[in-house]
């Protein structure tokens, strides 16, 4: 179970970090600044322009911000080693709540986020502390 895990991890990231435009898109921990999620999550309704989650970083933690009803999420946070930092699953957040994960005592390092759903899809971010 692990290896697969594993393996899921590492196929997100290596998916983050294909997009050229996202490895110029880092943010960095001194700077309140929003986390540059690409993709796209499949909550079986029509798309949306909206997207549908947002996330911030400050010196202190990340903020999600979760801008439409939404099901069976998962939040993942892997490091540069692909080691998992932080994990939550079978989240079913409403429209407008908010998700905050404290990074204190994190290591400096670069960071990937990855945001899936049960249909598949996904949105991922990289920050640096």
């Not at 179970?1 to 997100?12: A, D, E, S």
Request: glycine letters at 8%; aromatic letters at 10%; proline letters at 3%.
């Amino acid at each position: 179970m692990k290896t697969k895990v594993f393996f899921i991890v590492l196929f997100f990231s290596v998916l983050c970090l294909s997009h050229s435009n996202l490895a110029n898109s880092v943010t960095k921990c001194n700077e309140r600044g929003k986390i540059d999620l690409l993709g796209s999550l499949n909550q079986g309704g029509p798309r949306s322009i909206v997207t549908p989650v947002e996330a911030f970083l400050s010196p202190y933690a990340i903020d999600i911000v979760f801008l439409q009803n939404l099901s069976n999420l998962t939040i993942q946070i892997v490091d540069e080693s692909e080691n998992q930092v932080y994990s939550e699953k079978n989240l079913s957040p409403l429209n407008g709540q908010q998700l905050e994960i404290s990074i204190l005592g994190w290591d400096e390092g670069r960071y990937t986020i990855i945001i899936s759903d049960s249909g598949g899809g996904y949105m991922c971010g990289v920050f640096e502390i």
